[in-house]
């Protein structure tokens, strides 16, 4: 019987052990810790409401909260599937910093301008829309911005959905189920090389 090749099952074995080491990672590490962070999230609405935050903290989403806006400064539309567009307003608080945003409400109108002045806010913690791509995330860690969806819109826009815990994704058990996969297919490719490179 003709020895396997030394250096491609070593590369092939280091590879599948660390495709197995990744999907073990997802499913003793990462989903324990996120099946328990969405359990948290899932009794903050019940909680009192709480300052709009000005630095990110995941652990506030769906907290109740409120704010002034002393002066929208800009404002942008983004899809919001069935609803058309959200409309969202970046406003001045009078503390040093970016301000903070707020989702007014929906429009079916690409082009709708919002008249808003300002005012106090309440609302429901939840994340602004992130611009960065995908593949982008995986090496950027920065915190997503944190978004006041308000209870009332003003005259002209319909009421926002309120945000829950369906717009968290836990993808982590088919991230390990993906990992042990590859693992797999990658042995199995391997086994039928070395076949084949026997039978010549």
Not at 21 to 44: C, F, I, M, S, V
Not at 68 to 82: D, H, K, N, Y
Not at 107 to 130: L, N
Not at 160 to 182: C, I, K, M, T
Request: proline fraction near 10%; glycine fraction near 8%; charged fraction near 20%.
């Amino acid at each position: 019987m003709k020895r396997l090749p030394l250096i491609p099952t070593i590369v092939v074995a280091l590879a599948v052990a660390a495709m197995i080491g990744l999907g073990l990672w997802q499913l003793l590490d990462r989903l324990p810790k996120k099946e328990a962070y969405l359990a948290q999230l899932a009794t903050n609405p019940a909680k009192p409401p709480v300052a709009f935050p000005r630095l990110p903290d995941d652990r506030l989403l769906f907290r109740r909260s409120s704010a002034m806006c002393l002066e929208p400064v800009s404002q942008r539309l983004f899809g919001a599937g069935a609803a058309g567009y959200r409309v969202i307003a970046t406003c001045r608080d009078g503390v040093e910093g970016p301000g903070f945003q707020v989702q007014l409400g929906t429009t079916r109108d690409p082009r709708y301008r919002s008249t808003w002045r300002g005012g106090a806010v309440r609302g429901t913690i939840s994340h602004a829309p992130d611009a960065r791509p995908l593949l982008a995330t995986l090496f950027d860690h920065r915190p997503q911005t944190m978004l006041l969806v308000a209870d009332t819109p003003p005259p002209g826009l319909a009421p926002n959905a309120r945000p829950d815990l369906s717009s968290v994704p836990n993808n982590h058990l088919s991230y390990a189920v993906q990992w042990f996969f590859f693992a797999a297919i990658a042995a199995v490719i391997y086994g039928i090389a070395v076949s084949r490179r026997r039978s010549r």
